[in-house]
């Protein structure tokens, strides 16, 4: 049997103990214990479907709430130890990185048991089910784009070993309780195929879910990078204050990248015109401008030019005019510097067959 971090098999798990609440402890669930937590998968608790699976909501006999993902495809895939690489990434842990609980393996199941996160992901408030409720105010934006940053430069920069995320997108920013970030879907490497054998599954590289998101060398290379993260959390960025998708239809065959639509309004000096216009006037100009400039430097195409991530949060944190001041006289930000081009290469006509989402 392989040993979990924190083990404990369900049968002789003791109730009484007590636990700390932040920190569950991680071990392996029996298909029957997820049967039961989430009414035997019913579609009904169903929270969602990704390229690996389904993902559904489900409460444990404690009355603490799971998110249960259960991987599609996985009889090809024997000669990975799932055990061993859900362990992996169990054992990264960070405040604003999901958690993984545990997982199960049984016959042909795989499943992996994360916490569950109750205000569910950025993309459903900006563009989906939450969004006409307008929940993500300014403050929360904020906090979202500064415990995102935090998480993927702790990936990067503190994990051992360190991870490339390379699916960095809004619906990969979970939000918990506070509406802070929860990362999620970083260090799949192994675990997730490259194709299921049914076409839904791809590589980062001709992925449609993540178009916009993917950096011009990442799309070229089909390698994951940690400029390539950089690049996509700029996106985030700018599509968390503008509300506005990475990559917007302008007719039949033409899409224009965010960082397109963005710039020109940046070289006026045109803030108002840029922000999400469902937050009614009510953000902090300072921040705004800061967010956005900081949002444009990770998106630019040449990835020598990004900040790192662990520069980003700096950047994203620190209030000082000087910095700003610093921020704004790159030549990125000038219509005259930059050559008065926008070279988002997510912009270029996308085939037809791209175009679902
Ligand atoms: N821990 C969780 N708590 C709450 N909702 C979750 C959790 N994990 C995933 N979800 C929701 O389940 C849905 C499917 O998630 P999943 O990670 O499988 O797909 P995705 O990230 O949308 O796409 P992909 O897997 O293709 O990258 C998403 O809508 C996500 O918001």
Redesign the pocket.
Known sequence: MKIFSCFCCGKGFDRTKKKVKSEPSRRIFSLKELHAATNSFNYDNK?????????YWGQLWDGSQI?V?RLKAWSNREEIDFAVEVDILARIRHKNL?SVRGYCEEGQERLIV????PN??LV?HLHGQHSSESLLDWTRRMNIAVTSAQAIAYLHHHATPKIVHG?VRA??V?LDSEFEARV??FGYGKLMPDDAGDGAAKTTKGNN?NLGYLSPECAESGKESEMGDVYSYGVVLLELVTGQRPVERLNQTTKQGITERVLPLVYDRKFGEIVDQKLNGKYVEEELKRVVLVGLLCAQSEPERRPTMSEVVELLMNESKEKMAYIEANPLFNRISNGGEVTDESSEIIPQKQEQE
């Open positions: 929270l969602g479907e990704g390229r690996f699976g389904s993902v998110a993902k999901l994360y916490e569950y996160m569910l992901s459903s699916d619906s990969n979970l999620t879907d879910s």
